[in-house]
């Protein structure tokens, strides 16, 4: 069984095209992340949201759109997709107010 | 500007040895550190935490040093197994923020047989 699982694993599209990337964890945790990882290898954090409701909202381009439609889903929403997007995307999910993240296994999102 | 730095991209070192990986950070209002390990095609997992109030936790073979005054903490592996062959990324956070953390760009780990 998968804690944090993420769809799809790799995503390849063009530039100006809109996709959805999506998240689900089993653990019964209320909060859950977005993270990029850039080319310099660095995770960094997109959105949270805590029982559905956002609580963080880093400086990302209004492009991205995340969506929780119940506490055990969250999804990353992507319009017109530009080259700089291309990143590997990872979901997280944890339990306020245990500091221990788990993981999705990423989607590596490339765009040509 | 990044606030965790992992300033060694990669570290060798042979089974049975000591690995260290460093971590430096520049924000004093961090008070929660991770770290986490992760192999490739996966995410990260959670590896051991320290609190500030603490100078190092031990789990094992893996302990994690703080030292608050040089904004620095490491994590000793020893000793050290091929199966801890993996990229160590370490990550801090300010106070009870929802957990957001800053992560480094990780040390990539290989242990030679």
């Known amino acids: 069984d998968t804690a944090v699982s993420q769809t799809p694993k790799y995503l390849v599209t063009q530039m100006g095209n809109d996709k959805s990337i999506k998240c689900e964890q089993n653990?019964?945790?209320?909060?859950m992340y977005w993270y990029k990882q850039d080319s310099k290898k660095f995770l960094k954090i997109m959105f949270s949201y805590n029982n559905k409701e956002l609580i963080i909202n880093e400086t990302v381009p209004n492009r991205f759109s995340p969506k929780s439609p119940d506490k055990a889903h969250l999804n990353l929403h992507i319009n017109s997709l530009e080259l700089g997007d291309s990143a590997v995307y990872f979901c997280a999910s944890s339990q306020l107010p245990l500091h221990e993240q788990f993981f999705g296994p990423g989607t590596r999102l490339t765009v040509l | 500007d990044q606030q965790v730095k992992q300033n060694s991209p990669s570290l060798s070192v042979q089974e049975g040895r000591i690995s260290i990986l460093n971590c430096d950070y520049t924000n004093s209002m961090f008070d929660y550190f991770l770290w986490y390990k992760k192999y490739p095609a996966e995410g990260p997992t959670f590896l051991i935490s320290?609190?500030?109030?603490?100078d190092k936790n031990e789990d094992g073979r893996f302990t994690v040093f703080l030292n608050k005054s040089a904004k620095h903490l490491s994590l000793h592996i020893v000793p050290s197994q091929p199966g801890d062959s993996a990229v160590y990324f370490c990550a801090a956070s300010a106070g009870d923020n929802f957990n957001k953390f800053y992560f480094g760009s990780g040390t990539k780990l290989n242990v030679k047989p």
């Open positions: 653990l019964g945790h209320d909060t």
């Open positions: 320290i609190s500030s109030i603490k």
